[in-house]
């Protein structure tokens, strides 16, 4: 199925990166990927996704605008504090591109509606700020059998992991962090700081991983790099990669 002609010329600079082409934009324009969390890392990360011409894309976040968001949380503007976040993102992707499909959740995922949440999708990009939520959205990727990229930042510190629990030789989310969070309300952030680039630099880093596990089937940008974690440092700067093991015992993923 082609392009028409205004969504080849808007895409030009994708479709002529042999990775990509005509049929990885194509790919891309049929996906369906939902963000969890529309805050430092999801505003960013929805930038680039929609810039990538993502089709459909599900918002997800139940929380409003703080005048303290704006430093790193770049689709909202001066005078927004208070306004839903989920919908000023669907307003932010209909100015930017009337062409692809919004589904707006204003609602926190919880273990009781994530499958509702993320069903359909093919890929869900987590850029949450807590653990219970992290949790709650791996176990249901895993049960749907659906690709979970794990983003989180802070202070200097990104990490950007790629987990396809429900593959019987790759981990999942909780794998790699155990049980011990499930019940933690734990967002570090307000006490903690950030610099608002570095939630740029994790979220546009996990825009880029999202697309190469989306285009993984054209074989475009390679592996897909499932139970790889990056880690991201913005003093060095630098880059590392650690390689997560599957924990057969992890209730999330494992045979029990
Ligand atoms: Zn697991």
Known sequence: ??????????????????????????????????LIGL????????????????????????????????????????GESGHSKAELAEVWVREFDPELEVKRIGRRVTRDNAAGVLAGTDLVLDGCDNFATRLAVSDACVAARIPLLSAAVGRFQGQVGAFAGHLADQPCYRCFVGDAFDADDCDTCAEDGIL????????????????????????????????????????????????????PGCRGCGRG
């Open 1 to 34: 199925m082609g392009l028409p002609p205004d969504r080849l010329d808007r895409f030009a600079r994708h479709i002529v990166l042999p990775e990509i082409g005509g049929a990885g934009q194509a790919v891309l324009a049929r996906s369906k990927v939902a």
């Open 39 to 78: 805050g430092g890392i999801g505003s960013p990360a929805l930038q680039y996704l929609a810039g990538a011409g993502v089709g459909t894309l599900v918002l997800v976040d139940d929380d409003a605008v703080d005048m303290s968001n704006l430093q790193r949380q770049t689709i909202y503007r001066h």
């Open 196 to 247: 608002g680039a570095m939630a740029g630099w994790t979220g546009t880093f996990a825009a880029l991983q999202a697309i190469r596990v989306l285009l993984a089937g054209t074989g475009g940008l390679g592996d897909p790099q499932w139970g790889k974690l990056h880690l991201l440092d913005g003093l060095a700067p630098g880059m590392r990669t650690l390689g997560i093991a599957k924990d």
